[in-house]
DNA sequence: TGGGGTTTGGG
DNA sequence: CCAAACCCC
């Protein structure tokens, strides 16, 4: 009698060094199954829309060179999966868990359909929540003890696929069939293995190049990370950290593990500030907050490193973690905006956008976190500015607008001289907009509502 | 991976 | 005069 698993990629979909495939493909016989869930497909922006139907594409490949098919569906996991166990005739569900509260339900909600445990490996993150530990116990609540307690953990053996027979999908399943023929460029592991490759070749200028949102300084792995084209425990294990760089790349990686451990642990990480008295802020509402939280979302708020960050964003899917940092603290610190409403629209938008990171992050920068940025490290996004893009040559890429005003000028046009406005063609307010408020006069606002949640 | 203001100490 | 140190938020 032959055996037959029915594994369920979710967001590791890869199939190298990849625990749930590894099992799975321990049996005779394996169907590969994508849920493409319009719950999840509507709250994703267009960018990671089309990235996670490119990488279901790319699983695809993959499959089919070990003579298989992703067998792909449309609907609720609850009814697709048992429906899918029932055709097939398989025994076993085999998955790689996920963190948030919303993966954890649904897993549970299908165990309850299929009547049966579904079978569970941890394959995208460096180490599975609970297995880094305080000499306490606990999951910690700062970065520096986690990490070294990360740190320590050997990392597991990579894994590879067993020799168990990979299903073809049936007639009018396969993604091609699914999603339109050339629709979605296939996006798979060997697209993320080869990045990986060639960020080898820099990763050991990363602790200098990181922080320049001008050149790409970084892996620009995120996005692979994020639906599992990569392993990380196989970046981890194959950077290593005998330079600094290399050092400061793993050490990202255990950041985000952390976010991740932090979510499964606090599964309301994007609805409640885990510092609860942060809860207490007043934030700004009504309608002009509306309208500085539309201009903000357009890059219009006459801060060019925001503007040029927030349009790149929301043209491409992409924001260096600089301009993360720099654009989130604007909206928090000085729109005095709740951090939950930055955070969804970067969730929305962010190719790489997931709760853990994106909420975690988010906490970071609002200082509603554990081990946050405190309160009263508000960014200055002008200093910010000239300090990490000198030249404006960030700038000048989005804000073509102003890129005759020179290296002093372009970072808040608003300081220049009427003359030199004229001199660039800029008419602020009319070519580019004036200031949405006053940097000096928010960051104060800001620390006085932040220091009157705190103490009144 | 904060910034603004002030003080201090060498030039 | 200026950078670094230091305090505070
Ligand atoms: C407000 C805000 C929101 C963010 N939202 C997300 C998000 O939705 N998804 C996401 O993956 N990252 C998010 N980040 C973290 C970080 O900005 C991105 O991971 C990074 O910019 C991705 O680029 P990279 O792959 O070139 O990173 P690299 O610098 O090359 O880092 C390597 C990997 O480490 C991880 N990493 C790096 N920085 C962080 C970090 N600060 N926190 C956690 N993990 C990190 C990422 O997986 C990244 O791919 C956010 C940061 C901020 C400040």
Same mark, same amino acid.
């Given at each position: ?104 339900? =649904? ?26 530990? #305080? ?127 932090? #979510? ?51 043209? #491409? ?125 928010? =960051? ?13």
């Amino acid at each position: 009698m032959t055996s037959t698993a029915l594994a369920w990629f979710r967001r590791d979909l890869r199939l190298d060094d990849n625990p749930a495939w590894a099992s799975a493909t321990a049996r005779d016989d394996v169907v590969a199954l994508v849920v493409l869930e319009p719950a999840l497909l509507a709250a994703a922006g267009p960018w990671r829309r089309r990235a996670y139907l490119s990488a279901v594409t790319g699983l695809d490949r993959s499959l089919r060179s070990c003579g298989g098919s992703l067998r792909a569906e449309t609907g609720d996991p609850a009814e697709v999966v048992p429906r899918a166990v029932s055709e097939t005739g398989a025994e076993v569900v085999v998955v790689n868990a996920d963190v948030t509260r919303w993966s954890v339900e =649904r897993d549970r909600r299908v165990e309850q359909r299929l009547g049966m445990p579904i079978e569970q490996h941890w394959g995208t993150l460096v180490h599975p929540p609970g297995s880094v530990l #305080t000499r306490a116990g606990g999951l910690s609540n700062v970065l520096t003890p986690f990490h070294r307690r990360w740190s320590e953990r050997s990392l597991s053996e990579a894994v590879r696929p067993g020799s168990g027979c990979v299903v073809e999908a049936p007639d009018g399943s396969t993604p091609t069939e699914m999603l339109g023929d050339g629709l979605y460029a296939p996006w798979g592991e060997q697209d993320a293995a080869a990045r990986f490759e060639t960020w080898l070749d820099r990763v050991d200028s990363y602790d200098e190049e990181r922080d320049n949102p001008a050149t790409d300084g970084t892996s620009g792995l995120s996005a692979a990370l994020r639906f599992g084209l990569l392993s990380p425990r196989g970046a981890a294990a194959d950077a290593g950290t005998h330079t600094p760089g290399r050092a400061a790349f793993v050490r990202q990686l255990a950041w985000r593990d952390w976010y991740a451990h932090l #979510t499964f642990e606090h599964p309301d990480i994007d609805r409640v500030s885990l510092r609860p008295e942060y809860d207490r802020i007043a934030w700004a509402e009504g309608d002009a907050a509306d309208a500085d939280f539309e201009a903000w979302k357009a890059g219009r708020t006459g801060y060019p490193i925001v503007d040029a960050a927030m349009r790149e964003l929301a043209a #491409t899917g992409w924001m260096h973690n600089r301009l993360r940092m720099v654009a989130a603290s604007f909206l928090v610190k000085d729109l005095l905006i709740d951090w939950r409403r930055g955070e969804r629209w970067f969730r929305r938008m962010l190719t790489d956008g997931d709760i853990p990171q994106n909420a975690g992050n988010w906490q970071w920068v609002a200082g509603t976190g554990p081990d946050a940025a405190p309160y009263f490290r508000v960014f200055n996004p002008v200093a910010q500015s000239r300090r990490h893009d000198p030249e404006g040559r960030y700038l000048r890429r989005w804000l073509p607008e102003l890129d005759r005003l020179d290296s002093r000028a372009i970072h808040a046009p608003w300081q220049a001289a009427p003359a030199e406005l004229a001199a660039a063609g800029v008419r602020l307010g009319a070519d580019y907009p004036a200031p949405t408020v006053d940097h000096d006069e928010a =960051r104060e606002r800001a620390l006085a509502a932040y220091r009157e949640a705190l103490t009144g």
